[in-house]
């Protein structure tokens, strides 16, 4: 049906589908994916804390870090609370404002993070290419413009693709098969062409990815350079260990991202299993974020032992 047949939305709410064909496995899903929220939620929440109350994390890497626990948070936050009454208590009912609000919280959440890993990169760049001069170059108000330049260009750019969605008319079906409302899934059911609004939406989610890792990717070319020239073993292996959790980060959201454009490209598994894979990966990355910077930060799981002393420990 073109747009010239349906000249307005007649739709005033969405039915949340789930995941088609496994409609048997809600329980156990429900319960995998209750855990992930869980973890994702108090991962996150305890990195930013220790950044917030321990005065030896105030430096630039823990400031990125700590807005990148924001962003996860933000991101399980918009999807999984819905997500999980759907599967548990059938509450798949979501209104027409909703619908959009929270595809455009989480489409803005992932561009935020495509922004914060290249100034974190860029941070380690400095740290590790012009360590003299590091100080006078992330300043204070450096890392507070950054990490604001980072979450304005986030939100902003899927404002055009959010607008253009919101001008096609919805008359029905109004059932999205899906766990929540994601952009390619909400427009299908739209009662006109979509293509054009298809074709802008990878455009800008081509540039918003790939802009990002090409300034990540030379920031670690750089790196490697300069750690190769450093003259003893002990000296290269600290150098990397300052950088090798960002890396790690990168490494996990991109290869992950990649792995899903793959699958869901290609017809090698079933459309419930591409379904299932695209899902597993909105809500893998914010969880394994706060794992890594807690498993391999030092400084990380020095300020974890001084919070569970603290609280062990009574005030005499």
């Known amino acids: 049906m073109t747009q010239s047949n349906v000249s307005v939305t007649t739709i005033k709410e969405f039915i949340i589908g789930g995941i088609p064909g496994l409609e048997r496995y809600e329980k156990e899903l429900f319960s995998f994916f209750l855990i992930v929220f869980i973890v994702t939620l ?4 305890l990195v930013f804390a220790l950044i917030v109350l321990d005065h030896r994390l105030h430096t630039p890497m823990y400031f990125f870090i700590a807005n990148l626990a924001l962003v996860d948070l933000l991101t399980t936050t918009t999807i999984s609370p819905k997500m999980l009454a759907v599967l548990v208590v059938h509450d798949n009912v979501i209104s027409y404002p909703a619908c959009f609000l929270q595809m455009y919280l989480f489409l803005s959440s992932e561009c935020t993070v495509c922004f914060l890993l290249a100034v974190m990169a860029f941070d380690r760049y400095v740290a590790i290419c012009n360590p003299l001069r590091y100080n006078s170059i ?7 413009l950054s990490a604001a330049a980072a979450w304005g260009c986030g939100f902003s750019c899927p404002v055009i693709s959010i607008y253009q969605s919101l001008q096609l008319p919805f008359c029905g079906p109004n059932k999205i098969h899906y766990c929540f409302c994601d952009f390619h899934p909400v427009l299908i059911l ?21 802009v990002p890792l090409i300034l990540v990717v030379f920031s ?22 300052t950088c090798s959790s960002h890396l790690l980060v990168v490494l996990t959201f991109y290869i992950a991202s990649a792995f899903v454009y793959v ?15 695209s899902l597993l990966y909105c809500v893998f990355t914010p969880m394994v ?3 890594i910077y807690s498993f391999r930060n030092k400084d990380i799981k020095s ?7 603290s609280i062990n420990v009574p005030p005499a």
Request: proline fraction near 3%.
């Open 263 to 277: 699958i869901l490209l290609t017809n090698v598994v079933s459309p419930q299993s591409r379904m299932l894979v």
């Open 303 to 309: 300020a974890v032992r001084k919070l569970i002393w």
């Open 42 to 45: 108090l991962g996150n929440l």
């Open 220 to 241: 670690y070319i750089k790196i490697l350079i300069a750690i190769f020239r450093i003259a003893s073993s002990d000296g290269r292996r600290k150098a990397f260990s």
């Open 289 to 291: 974020n706060p794992l």
């Open 138 to 144: 992330i300043t204070r108000n450096a890392c507070v």
């Open 190 to 210: 739209a009662c006109a062409d979509t293509s054009h609004v298809i074709h802008l939406g990878l455009t800008l989610a081509l540039i918003i990815i790939y």
